[in-house]
């Protein structure tokens, strides 16, 4: 069973900082896309951010540029997430999730495997 894990995830004031990990178990990360997402309440599921599968190719969404940054380590087979300067709104589950390809878009069915998501609070 392919299975993906996010952790890292917390509570944090305005302005601060998390990293979020995916790690993965029974099957290698580097034959993959990496997508990280986040669904707030009451809202949709949105992407964050992807990366290709040899870390090449990033794409952010606007809301998220120049604070977070997505990097993988495919020895570790882990992908991450440095979030800086977050904010309120940051507020969410994030999940990350496995394709081939980053594309050109988050679309959630372009997706195959997906993690259970990691709580992440941004409040004073």
């Known amino acids: 069973q392919l299975q993906l894990v996010e952790s890292g995830g917390g509570l944090v004031q305005p302005g601060g900082s998390l990293r979020l990990s995916c790690a993965a178990s029974?099957?290698?990360?580097?034959?993959?896309?990496i997508g990280w997402f986040r669904q707030a309440p009451g809202k949709e599921r949105e992407g964050v951010s992807c990366?290709?599968?040899?870390?090449?190719?990033?794409n952010y969404a606007d809301s998220v540029k120049g604070r977070f940054t997505i990097s993988r380590d495919n020895a570790k087979n882990t992908v991450y997430l440095q979030m800086n300067s977050l904010k309120p709104e940051d507020t969410a589950v994030y999940y990350c999730?496995?394709?081939?390809?980053?594309?050109?878009?988050?679309?959630?069915?372009?997706?195959?495997?997906w993690g259970q998501g990691t709580q992440v609070t941004v409040s004073s």
């Open positions: 999730a496995a394709r081939r390809f980053c594309g050109g878009s988050y679309l959630l069915y372009e997706y195959d495997y």
């Open positions: 029974a099957f290698t990360l580097d034959y993959y896309a």
């Open positions: 990366i290709s599968s040899s870390a090449s190719s990033t």
